[in-house]
């Protein structure tokens, strides 16, 4: 059996496979109002629980949805926007919303001070995800050094765990690895210390084994706690512009930042793997093979809205009647308007730092 590392080992690019051998539901966006683009346009593709929080969502009853910001760089790549994305969903549909900073997992496993991971999500994370369309306003917020219930229930999983238990999740079991995943779990469960109610996680695939975790460790502590288990919601990885399964860091060509100049972006689109022939003979005769065209699929993931509108380009391509220079020349311009709307919206975050919500402790 396959292991995913949510700290960056490959993952298979079969999701098919991921959702059988993993025991994940496979998405349903039938289940859910006013499905997102991502959820419509199965980029979400698996669920855990997804029942119970499309129940919570029509019958308005309490439900949170939680994310982390790891502040180990002074950017991000164009794909996390995705979690955003999906935690704004939950958060329009009547979650309690709540985004931890996660500065002792950047500690452990990176090497970053809490200090400079402060520094980090202040300057650019927190205002970054208002950018992309978090309302600050319905938000709560949290440094993990500073939350001291999410440091006992940490402690707490600690003690449910064995050391086989914790290799058969995530691969290995060095001490920093450990002291992030327990932690994890304490910010998966602090905000049900408050009210117990359903919680929603989205992540990408990879960050699986951390919910998986957290769900062994409410079976287990059912004496002491009645906590729900974590419900997940997986969307697939945004693919690297050189054809690899994901955007990563580590290939600046294949990979677009937020922020990054339009101009820097657009000469790696125009770069990207495409599924244009080799000819433009061949093109017009046989069309474009959409599924290989890196371009088409930031369309389809990122930067068209409008379902007709993607599908027209799609037919065109796929028929021939469109080229590749004419996708990718679409790509750009579309780039070229998200990342300036970001750059303003980013400045404008930054400016309103001081009216967020953060948790407190004494």
Same mark, same amino acid.
């Given at each position: $059996? ?7 080992a490959?993952l ?9 051998q ?5 998405f349903?966006?039938?289940?859910f ?7 419509? %346009? ?19 009853? /309490? ?5 982390? #910001? $790891? =502040? ?7 794909g996390?926007?995705?979690v ?8 329009d ?8 900073i996660?500065?002792?997992?950047? &500690?452990? +496993?990176?090497?970053?001070s809490l200090e ?11 205002p ?15 440094f993990?050094?500073?939350n001291?219930?999410v440091v ?12 086989n *238990? ?8 060095d001490?920093?690895?450990? $002291?992030? &995943?327990v932690t994890?779990?304490?910010d998966?469960l602090f =905000? ?8 929603? #996680? /989205?992540?990408?695939i990879?960050?699986? /084994?951390?919910?998986?975790l957290?769900r062994?460790?409410?079976? %287990? ?6 906590f729900?288990? /974590? ?10 512009l050189?054809g690899g ?7 600046p060509?294949g ?9 820097d972006a657009?000469?790696? #689109?125009l ?5 244009? %022939?080799?000819?433009?003979? *061949? ?6 093979e ?10 389809? $993931? ?13 037919a065109?391509?796929?028929s021939?009647?469109?080229l +590749?220079?004419e ?6 311009? !579309? ?8 750059t +303003?919206?980013l400045? !404008?975050?930054? !400016? ?7 948790? +407190?402790?004494h």
């Amino acid at each position: $059996m396959a292991v995913i590392d949510p700290w960056g080992a490959e993952l298979h690019a079969d999701y098919e496979k991921i959702v059988k051998q993993f025991g994940l539901e496979v998405f349903d966006a039938s289940a859910f109002p006013q499905p997102n683009r991502l959820m419509r %346009r199965k980029v979400v593709f698996a669920a855990r629980d997804q029942k119970l929080i499309a129940d919570c969502i029509k019958k308005k009853k /309490p439900y949170y949805a939680l994310t982390g #910001i $790891m =502040p180990t760089a002074d950017k991000v790549h164009f794909g996390n926007k995705m979690v955003v994305e999906q935690l704004k969903y939950f958060q329009d549909h009547g979650a309690k919303t709540f985004i931890l900073i996660a500065d002792l997992e950047a &500690a452990t +496993t990176r090497g970053v001070s809490l200090e400079t991971a402060r520094k980090r999500a202040l300057d650019f994370h927190i205002p970054a995800y208002i950018a992309l369309g978090l309302d600050p306003k319905k938000t709560t917020f949290y440094f993990q050094s500073e939350n001291k219930d999410v440091v006992h229930l940490a402690y707490e999983a600690a003690q449910k765990i064995t050391l086989n *238990e914790f290799k058969a999740v995530y691969g290995s079991a060095d001490p920093s690895r450990i $002291m992030a &995943a327990v932690t994890q779990v304490g910010d998966i469960l602090f =905000p049900q210390l408050t009210e117990r109610m359903p919680g929603v #996680i /989205p992540v990408g695939i990879d960050q699986d /084994p951390h919910i998986r975790l957290t769900r062994d460790v409410v079976a %287990r502590t059912k004496t002491t706690h009645n906590f729900f288990p /974590p419900a997940g919601i997986y969307h697939k990885f945004t693919p690297s512009l050189s054809g690899g399964l994901k955007m990563s860091k580590s290939q600046p060509a294949g990979n677009i930042d937020l922020p990054e100049d339009p101009l820097d972006a657009c000469k790696k #689109i125009l770069k990207a793997v495409s599924g244009g %022939r080799k000819t433009l003979e *061949e093109q017009r005769k046989l069309g474009a093979e959409v599924e290989k065209d890196m371009a088409f699929e930031l369309l389809k $993931m990122h930067l068209i809205e409008d379902d007709k509108t993607l599908n027209k380009i799609y037919a065109d391509y796929k028929s021939g009647k469109m080229l +590749t220079s004419e996708l990718k020349q679409i790509a750009c311009e !579309k780039m070229t308007s998200f990342l300036n709307d970001f750059t +303003t919206k980013l400045e !404008k975050a930054r !400016k309103h730092l001081d009216a967020l919500t953060f948790i +407190t402790f004494h």
